[in-house]
Nanobody, 115 residues
Framework: QVQLVESGGGLVQPGGSLRLSCAAS????????IYWYRQAPGKQRQLVAD???????DYANSVRGRFAISRDNAKNTVYLQMNGLKPEDTAVYYC?????????WGQGTQVTVSS
């Protein structure tokens, strides 16, 4: 199992930027594909971006070109750089690590985009 701790959320104005971090501990970090999800009030959890063990990335259409996911295996950390933030990006952002049938979640970090 791996333990995940997200950080970096906060309040930002439209058009601003934030960088979220997902720090992992407890197992071999490099063996996991890492996902960022978000959940807005009253809505289902939505996949935002993911990065494989080999570094291949993918994004939801709603964030493609604005968000960038990366991983630093030496620091056991995955980042989500979010630029050009919009009010509709407001949500709790969760980090998820998967390997075979193993599925691990962090506690989430709140991102609020508002003027």
């Amino acid at each position: 199992q791996v333990q995940l701790v997200e950080s970096g959320g906060g309040l930002v104005q439209p058009g601003g930027s934030l960088r979220l971090s997902c720090a992992a501990s407890g197992s071999t970090f490099t063996a996991y594909t890492i996902y960022w999800y978000r959940q807005a009030p009253g809505k289902q959890r939505q996949l935002v971006a993911d990065i494989t063990t080999g570094g291949t990335t993918d994004y939801a259409n709603s964030v493609r070109g604005r968000f960038a996911i990366s991983r630093d295996n030496a620091k056991n950390t995955v980042y989500l750089q979010m630029n050009g933030l919009k009010p509709e990006d407001t949500a709790v952002y969760y980090c998820n690590a998967r390997r075979f049938t193993e599925n691990n979640w962090g506690q989430g970090t709140q991102v609020t985009v508002s003027s």
